[in-house]
């Protein structure tokens, strides 16, 4: 008989080996997935993993990788100190739209202006935009003890409204030819965030989530502040005992994952997106939850995940367009990861021991 | 009970013996009940009473030895075999539903129950022949502690037990409470039914019990007749050596320090106890000695003091400053600490080290941060200043709080808040879980913190621990306190009476035809 037994103290070595025995494990079942479907396993598990880091067209793909997994580290990153904390923002994806659409809304207010400050603002407004939106659910929670995982989720789509009423409305490009959509951000030089230097697909947003990688691990290890989010994570109780005020901690989470969505939305709407569209988003906000705990809430971790998760898009979509693999079988071997990720948690706190139980 | 010598053996223990990974939990141990026995099994914290009792439940597997019931090989598998072959047992920690009435969790608790107005009478029946009368009807989460017990007790007699098993049944009872459950358990065993009870009250087991084997460290180092023993020879025989009495100096009280008036907090829990207008005062280098059973309202009040909980401003003033309104840290900032009784996820936080522990209470006295960052070298040296100075038993100081035993955290629970030198102090539980040893010493910093000049509080639901260190004694009951008074000179009587008395309960063996509803109004 398998069981578990609990460990005295979480062991180092597992929480670092957890990870890359999940991704081995998801490489595992989804050969078998994509076998299952008729394709060749070894050759989409290399066109996912391989080809876009050093196949033959690597050089159009590799700054795919920081386009993508930008976003995905900026989002998660944010989520992780509320997660730390337990509390759960899921509304990502609906903050990232505010933080895109408030921004935007500024930059196009200037428009056709030419002044240095107007990125600036930009960028302030999407953080605002996004740290708003989460005030929603925060002070619903605060105030009223609702559920912030479901209010914060149901907010997304009142987002997703929101943004389709703005790609045909308010925002939208008067020169357009009626077609929804706003005037392209990335071509009008006072707003767009270009490219920072050629080939890398590195960008201001991606500068944003390594600076917030780095500022998320001091808070975390140095700061009291992160010390109260590890502690309320852990132990509520114990972190009342240690003054921590409970709905200022959810305030500040809630803010600080908002404000980074945001920041995130407004990134990709003023570079690699360039307008504001009722298709604009694309599920960063929910992957990067994936990202989060792939990344086991740690900041390091995340930045790891991120490269990873972005990979698995950018080799995702060679997989479909080459071995046209269904997006949806992408997507169940996404899930897969942090299924497995999930599951080889496990052995961090518990060790497996054969045999009858002894107690 | 007097010619029990003369008994047949009931259960006869031969070489019984368990291990745990890291710890043999019994070490061959061999013992015998007698029919009709009242048989104590003695010995601190970790002696292995627990794991011996529940190998006799059923609960546990020996890795070696045998049992042997009335002459038959005894090897039951799971407690139900047991309770077939009429072993029972009360567990100090109950296992009842809150909502459901009294006769329902008996039922629950039955293979084939019988019908309920049949069990309900059944139940009046037989809790009345025991002097334990109960109401079948009432529900459970109205009950106070020691009618709770009760219910568990009816339980086991309903099967009409040849041994009965009691794990530390008085834990939870007023001193009245423990005399009618005595008188129970003398009646039980004039008619032939043997009591295991487990203890490490001294004078409980010389005032109840015919024979005791003591345990320490797994194995049996003694068995005697309690009553021809004194409490101080079986504690030393419990202990394996000669015990420290801590030592008080005689003083003077000081000036008033800390003062609590007419303070009336409502419990954020539905199951916890609201304080009603409770008011006590402590003077410089007095300790006061707060008791009462458990859940009367002594998380409440620690939490009001230490300010967790938020009061009127003036209901709580320290040197006659009113901090009602202030923050567990900004308390702290005046010398104003608490160790709360749940070390795991209260006092501490189980997964993180010491090191991160020490800085959960120590932030602010011992300036371990600096415009919000931490300074994790000043947090590591206190956190091994408290693992010196209080002799925490832990391989350093980065292992996680949940990796250290029970006495070795309540050590640095009680030395971390120790040693940032408090104008206040309030502990609850100082020493439970503790081996004598260490709970002695803990018991002697708690004094000489006094002597220094502190106002400490320590509550407590051992009284023996409140008459040894208390200048002044009180007790809460169902959210009030009693006026304090002298503990010098306090008869346990009194102290009961203070506690709340039987909590309605005395009926029971006085007037046993007396009629008695649901106790606790």
Redesign the interface.
């Known amino acids: 008989m398998i069981r578990l037994e609990k460990r005295a103290t979480p062991s180092k070595q597992w929480s670092l080996a957890a990870p890359l025995l999940a991704v081995l494990l998801t490489m595992i079942a989804g050969g078998f997935m994509f076998a299952a479907l008729g394709k060749d396993p070894v050759e989409a598990i290399r066109l996912i993993f391989w080809d876009p880091i050093l196949g033959e067209f690597a050089d159009y793909f590799r700054p795919q990788l920081l386009v993508k997994a930008g976003p995905l580290i900026l989002i998660a990153i944010g989520l992780s100190l509320g997660f730390r904390a337990g509390i759960w923002n899921i509304g990502a994806e609906g903050q990232y739209i505010m933080g895109a659409i408030f921004g935007a809304a500024v930059g196009l207010a200037f428009y056709p202006a030419e002044l240095w400050i107007i990125f600036p603002l930009m960028v302030i407004a999407g953080a605002v935009g996004g740290t708003l939106w989460a005030m929603i659910p925060a002070i619903l929670k605060t105030k009223f003890n609702t559920n912030e995982i479901l209010t914060s989720l149901m907010l997304v789509y009142i987002a997703q409204e929101i943004l389709k009423s703005m790609a045909n409305g308010l925002l939208k490009n008067p020169e357009g030819h009626g077609f929804p959509g706003s005037r392209n951000l990335a071509h009008y030089s006072a707003s767009s965030n270009p490219e920072l230097i050629a080939g890398t697909g590195m960008h201001w947003g991606v500068v944003a989530a390594f600076i917030a990688v780095i500022a998320a691990y001091i808070l975390l290890s140095r700061h009291i502040l992160g010390f109260q989010i590890r502690l309320t994570g852990e132990s509520p109780r114990a972190a009342r005992f240690a003054s921590v005020r409970p709905n200022l901690l959810i305030v500040i989470c809630m803010g600080l994952s908002g404000g980074l969505a945001g920041l995130a939305g407004l990134f990709e709407v003023t570079g690699p997106a360039g307008q504001i569209t009722d298709k604009f988003n694309v599920g960063y906000g929910f992957t990067a939850i994936i990202v989060a705990f792939l990344g086991r809430l740690n900041p390091i971790g995340i930045l790891l995940a991120g490269l990873l998760m972005a990979l698995t898009y950018i080799g995702g979509e060679m997989a479909q367009l080459q071995l046209s693999i269904p997006a949806a079988a992408i997507q169940a071997f996404q899930g897969m990861l942090l299924f497995f990720l999930l599951a080889m948690d496990v052995l961090t706190n518990f060790r497996i021991r054969f045999g009858r139980e002894a107690a | 009970m007097s010619d029990t010598g003369e008994a047949p053996v009931l259960l006869h223990l031969d070489g019984l013996t368990k291990a ?2 890291g710890v043999v939990a019994n070490d061959s141990v061999s013992f015998d009940i007698r029919e009709g026995e009242v048989h104590a099994l003695l010995g601190e914290n970790g002696a292995g009473k627990s794991t011996l009792v529940k190998m006799i439940y059923g609960l ?1 597997k020996p890795d070696s030895g045998t049992m042997t019931l009335r002459g038959q090989r005894f090897e039951p598998s799971e407690p139900r075999a047991a309770r077939a072959d009429g072993i029972a047992m009360v567990f100090q920690h109950f296992s009842l539903f809150d909502a459901l009435n009294v006769a329902e969790n008996i039922a629950l608790g039955m293979e084939k129950p019988p019908k309920m107005g049949d069990l309900a009478a059944k139940i009046k029946e037989v809790s009345e022949e025991y002097g334990l009368p109960l109401d079948p009807h009432a529900t459970v989460g109205n009950l106070s502690a020691g009618e709770r017990q009760r219910v568990e007790i009816i339980r086991c007699l309903l099967q009409d037990p040849k041994l009965l098993i009691m794990d530390e049944p008085t834990s939870v009872l007023t001193p009245q409470e423990v005399e009618i459950l005595f008188e129970t358990l003398r009646q039980l065993s004039r008619e032939g039914t043997a009591i295991l009870y487990i203890s490490h009250k001294l004078e409980e087991i010389r005032s109840l019990c015919d024979e005791a084997t003591v345990l320490r460290l797994g194995k049996v180092v003694g068995s005697c007749t309690p009553r021809e023993k004194s409490a101080r020879e079986l504690a030393e025989m419990m202990v394996g050596e000669v015990l420290h009495v801590p030592e008080r100096a005689a003083k003077d009280a000081g000036e008033v320090v800390l003062s609590v008036s007419d303070l009336s907090v409502d419990s954020p829990n539905p199951f916890g106890t609201s304080l009603k207008n409770v008011s006590l005062e402590v003077r410089a280098g007095e300790i006061l000695g707060i008791g009462g059973v458990a859940g009367n309202g002594q998380d409440e009040l620690l939490a009001a003091i ?3 909980a938020k009061t009127d401003q003036g209901a709580v003033t320290v040197h006659g400053k009113a901090v009602g309104n202030l ?4 308390r ?1 900032k005046l010398a104003i600490l ?1 160790a ?1 009784e ?1 070390r795991l ?8 080290s010491l090191i ?1 522990n020490a ?3 120590g ?1 602010v006295r011992k300036d371990l ?1 600096k415009s ?3 300074n ?1 070298g000043a947090s590591r040296e206190f956190a091994r200043e408290i693992i010196k100075k209080f002799d925490v038993r832990t391989p350093g100081s980065t ?2 709080a ?2 250290l035993s029970g006495g070795n955290l309540q050590k640095f629970v009680v030395g971390r808040e120790v040693l940032q030198d408090p104008d206040v102090l309030v502990v609850n539980q100082p020493t439970w879980g503790v081996d004598a040893s260490a709970a002695a010493s803990i018991r002697q910093s708690l004094l000489d913190l006094a002597e220094r000049g502190a106002a400490i509080i320590v509550i407590s639901q051992d009284l023996d621990e409140l008459m040894e260190i208390s200048d002044r004694f009180a007790a809460l009951n169902e959210g009030s306190l009693s006026d304090a008074r002298p503990a010098v000179g306090l008869t346990v009587d009194e102290i009961g009476l203070m506690m709340g008395g039987a909590h309605g309960m005395e009926v029971a063996h006085s007037h046993p035809d007396e009629h008695h509803e649901g106790a606790t109004s």
């Open positions: 745990y990974p546990v230490s300010g967790e923050s567990p840290n900004e702290r608490a709360p749940e996820g209260h006092a501490a936080a189980p997964d993180m991160e800085l959960l209470t932030a941060t919000g960052f931490v994790w292992n996680a949940r990796s």
